[in-house]
């Protein structure tokens, strides 16, 4: 029998337990067949969290996310929340968290089906080919740095400041060139680099750092270009490295080519195996509590903790082969349909994925 592996569950707000409760189904068949064992436990979190213990990250969950072995996470926020003070926000508690957990890396592969290029607003000769992953910086610059509010000769002035040094910026750019010398050995790093300060260090570094993987074709790609060439030649990408906020923006844009933001899976890491996996996709509240969120990109997000974290990849691959084949049957939730009137719900998804899932 193989170890007893912990999870950390925090299913969060709005879809947030709607998906992961299809995931948690997911582990639970992987075990019957693949005899993996997994305990898991549930902590509150995000907008949830305030409501029930008046902080969106409590003491006792990042205890339990510390003392596991890979946590699960859901989506946080929701309009309930959106006018408490900053401490209050549930955002707080998911930039915490990451910043708690040293979670510096986050790993968002855009891997376009092919029976899905239909759902997708590219054309599919544009989309051929395509299958990149972005990795985000997660815990450094403008979301983490410091911010105020002050009289200014304008009236009310606000304040972000970002922030890079050089080791943040080595660390996560190494983890790029390792990814990439494991895939097509390609690799843009996307700055603004023609008018941000921090993001010319981030060139530097990135070029010091360079010469260590002569196997690797760099670019470097500004951030305004290379939202027009994901749409435009989004195969010639393999592996973007790039900051906090580009890395935000340039996912949901990646998710596109996908056909939904609800396929997009994430793994937040930092030195050692220990992840963070979720969904890319918020908590959704336009459609929270209807049962039509699709829970493929939390499902897709078990793989990457067994590839990651757990080295099951055989159970990973399950997982993916699974995914494809219930897609490839025809089987759509409504963000990935194009007739809409036979979409499924988020159960009928989960269910049908359970029952492709196979030892080969
Ligand atoms: N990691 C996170 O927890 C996370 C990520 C992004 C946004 N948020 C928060 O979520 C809340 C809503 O944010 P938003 O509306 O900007 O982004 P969102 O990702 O929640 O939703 C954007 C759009 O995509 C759709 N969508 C998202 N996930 C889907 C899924 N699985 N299936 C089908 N459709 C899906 C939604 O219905 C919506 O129309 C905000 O409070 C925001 O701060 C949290
Ligand atoms: C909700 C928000 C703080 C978060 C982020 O910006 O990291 C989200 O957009 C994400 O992509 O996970
Ligand atoms: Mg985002």
């Known amino acids: 029998m193989s170890e007893v592996k912990k999870i950390a569950v925090v299913a969060g707000d709005g879809i947030g337990p709607e998906v992961v409760g299809e995931a948690l189904k997911v582990l ?16 509150l979190f995000g907008g949830i969290a305030i409501d029930e213990k008046g902080t969106p990250l409590p003491q006792e969950t990042l205890d339990l996310c510390k003392n596991a072995d890979a946590v699960l996470l859901g989506a946080v926020g929701g309009p309930k929340w959106d006018n408490n003070s900053k401490e209050l926000r549930p955002e707080t508690g998911l930039l915490g968290i990451r910043k708690a957990l040293g979670l510096f890396s986050n790993i968002r592969p855009a891997t376009v089906f092919d029976c899905l290029k239909e759902a997708s607003t590219l054309k599919p000769e544009v989309l051929e080919g395509t299958d990149l992953i972005v990795v985000r910086e997660l815990t450094g610059g403008i979301y983490f740095g410091e911010k105020f509010r002050r009289e200014g000769a304008g009236g009310e002035e606000a304040v972000d ?14 983890q790029a060139f390792d990814i990439a ?23 530097e570094v990135v070029n010091r750092i360079a010469p260590e993987y002569p196997e690797v074709e760099l670019e470097h790609v500004l951030v305004d270009n290379c939202a027009m060439q994901l749409l ?4 010639s990408f393999d592996v973007i490295v790039t900051e906090n906020m580009f890395g935000d923006i340039l996912s949901d844009e990646a998710a596109m080519l996908t056909g939904s933001i609800g396929m997009l899976s994430s793994a937040s890491l930092g030195e050692g195996s220990f992840g963070l996996y979720e969904p890319v996709h918020g908590s959704a509240p336009d459609i929270a509590g209807q049962g039509i969120s699709n829970p493929i990109a939390t499902i897709l997000s078990v793989a990457l903790m067994f590839r990651l974290t757990f080295g099951y990849h055989d159970a990973a691959q399950a997982i993916e082969d699974a995914v ?10 409504g963000d990935i349909a194009v007739d809409k009137s036979k979409a499924i719900g988020t159960t009928a998804m989960g269910d049908l994925i359970i029952a492709a899932l196979k030892k080969s």
């Open 28 to 43: 639970k068949k992987v075990e019957e067949l693949f005899g993996y064992q997994f305990e898991t436990e549930h902590g």
């Open 161 to 174: 400041t970002c922030v890079y040094n050089v080791q943040e910026i080595e660390r996560i750019v190494r």
């Open 181 to 203: 010398m494991t895939r097509s050995k390609r690799l843009a790093s996307v700055d603004k680099a023609n008018v941000l300060e921090t993001s010319r260090l981030w060139r």
């Open 232 to 235: 435009r030649r989004p195969s």
């Open 324 to 333: 494809k084949e219930v897609l490839d049957a025809g089987h759509r939730t």
